[in-house]
């Protein structure tokens, strides 16, 4: 499964965005420049993600590598 399925996929479940998702983690104060902290963890995230919008593990941390930069929306 593309990058872009995973989050294609999140928004259908959830309603949510890329763009949702990154106004949530600077809600929550996981960013800084845009990108997640270096000392937020990926684990405090996915628990999160899990926890209120009833992502699985490989969805959250499709989440969190948006977040960090690692990957973007479009993908492979």
Do not use: C
Not at 19 to 31: G, Q
Not at 41 to 60: M, Q, Y
Request: aromatic share 8%; charged share 20%; proline share 3%.
């Amino acid at each position: 499964m593309s990058f872009q399925a995973y989050l294609t996929n999140i928004e259908a479940r959830t309603g949510k965005s890329p763009a949702d998702f990154r106004a949530y983690a600077a809600a929550k104060d996981w960013l800084a420049g845009g990108l997640l902290r270096p000392d937020v963890k990926a684990g405090t995230v996915v628990a999160d993600l899990k926890e209120n919008f009833a992502l699985g593990h490989g969805h959250a941390m499709a989440i969190v590598a948006l977040l960090k930069g690692s990957k973007q929306e479009g993908d492979a």
